[in-house]
């Protein structure tokens, strides 16, 4: 490693510091965010925090406040029009937020207009006290808030995902009308159980209506024709109109040949003020004539579909496949469309060591991969791992029994890193598939 590299480095550590133990903190470049982007997620962020206590930390006077952003706001354009590090005398970290930000805005390529405007309304926050009118209050909102978002967005795209579909809508500077999801998760140990809590109300998505997304053209536009549609429970639960959401979705892709995968995903704390159980079968049967793939655990085919699985005790201990296989059985001759039916087999030792397996049915024939025991890390995910892995293993024209431990694997591979999601590889997931021990690869 070279000096500047080690210099690099160091203010990436400082801008991870800053945006994990600032006390006015938001979950930011977590163990969330993929590891790749996580530091530039942090030298943005690292930025605008720095900018903010500028305009309403108390110890400043309005001129001093002033000052302070107008020599953030030089600081800004000199480190990126002088193609290497500056040094910002404005506190201990700024050089290091600066050279980090910097190299962030050269490698992705991010808008510099973003963060002016950003500055612009930290200036407003110092000298307006009061908003004559609502156009007022969202040109605020646009540079303060959508700037950030839209940052986010470009860091996002680097994934290679095609966001041409996403639906923005305007922020209200608060969230009273709209905001983005959380979800808060105690990962558990030994014998303490994991615990989660789905912060979902207001979202932006539970709020979308049946005529806001094409659905004809994304499933069967002119170069478009998306080969396979994903949704499920937690979904229609968000709020009384996602399920009509839902039903517009679904059918139009089964109209088009789209593939259709659906996961019951029941959650009590989400369906319980829209209606409970009773609603949560009578939202997912109604759906159930549009699904090709369907996904569910030994609970959510009882509590949100109404199929029981039968002589298995109460707390899961053990689950014998035969009554999965009775269960399914009744579940496709009840919804003769369905091709493919999958359900992992957990059975937890412990918060910290799970047996996990799994069964399918696809196309009349069963198909199985044997428990066993999982080490813990973070179980989150697990289940959302399976369903990936599984549905790739499909659209890659592998076999159902390739597809379902390509499934267990991608499952038992999230579950050990933090976070709901896995950066695994391919090569990883097919390296588990075929019993690859955990040693180190150099």
């Known amino acids: 490693m070279t000096a500047d590299d080690a210099r690099l480095a160091a203010a990436y550590d400082t801008c991870l510091t800053i945006a994990r133990g600032h006390y006015e903190n938001f ?31 108390d110890g400043y006077t309005t001129r001093e406040r002033l000052r302070l952003l107008d020599e953030w706001l030089d600081a800004l354009h000199r480190s990126l029009g002088a193609g290497e590090p500056i040094e910002a005398d404005l506190g201990p970290t700024s050089t290091a937020v600066f050279t980090a930000l910097a190299h962030t805005v050269r490698t992705f390529d991010l808008p510099v207009a973003l963060l002016e405007a950003l500055l612009s309304a930290f200036r407003q926050d110092v000298t307006v006290v009061r908003y004559a009118s609502w156009p007022e209050v969202d040109d605020y909102c646009r540079r303060s808030a959508n700037p950030v978002g839209r940052l986010v967005e470009d860091l996002m795209l680097q ?41 979902r109300g207001h979202t932006a998505v539970s709020q ?33 109109g996602t399920p009509a959401v839902a039903h517009a979705a679904m059918e139009e ?18 369906w319980r003020s829209v ?50 296989r009775a269960m399914i059985t009744n579940v496709v001759a009840a919804f003769p469309n369905i091709k493919a039916v999958a359900t992992t087999l957990r059975t937890s030792r412990s918060a910290s060591v799970n047996g996990w397996g799994a069964i399918c049915w696809h196309e009349g024939q069963f198909y199985e991969v044997a428990q066993r025991d999982v080490e813990i890390l973070d179980r989150v995910g697990g289940g959302d791992s399976f369903a990936s892995g599984f549905i790739y293993g499909l659209l890659a024209g592998k076999d159902p029994q390739w ?28 390296r588990v598939m075929k019993g690859g021990a955990a040693r180190v690869q150099r």
């Open 159 to 199: 994934g290679g995902v095609d966001l041409s579909y996403l639906r923005w809508k305007d922020y209200d500077g608060v969230g009273r009308s709209v905001r983005n999801g959380l979800n808060f998760t105690e990962r558990g140990f030994g014998p303490r159980g994991g615990v989660g809590c789905s912060d």
């Open 253 to 270: 892709a089964h109209r088009q040949g789209t593939c259709v995968s659906y996961d019951l995903n029941y959650r009590d704390s989400l």
């Open 27 to 57: 979950p930011v470049a977590s163990w969330l965010v993929p590891a790749a982007v996580r530091p530039h997620v942090a030298a943005i962020y690292a930025f605008a925090r720095t900018a903010d206590d500028y305009a309403d930390e």
């Open 275 to 324: 209606g409970g159980k009773t609603q949560a079968r009578t939202v997912n049967r109604s759906l159930m004539p549009f699904v090709d793939v369907l996904f569910g655990n030994e609970e959510d085919f009882s509590a949100a579909l109404g199929f029981e699985l039968e002589n298995v005790d109460a707390n899961f201990k053990s689950l014998p496949t035969a009554a999965f």
């Open 208 to 240: 979308l209506q049946p005529g806001d997304v094409d659905w004809k053209q994304l499933f069967g536009g002119a170069g478009q024709g998306a080969r396979w549609f994903h949704t499920g429970g937690v979904f229609c639960a968000l709020s009384e």
């Open 403 to 430: 597809a379902l431990e390509c499934g267990v694997a991608h499952g038992a591979l999230a579950m050990s890193t933090p976070g709901d999601t896995t950066m695994a590889s391919l090569a990883e997931v097919e």
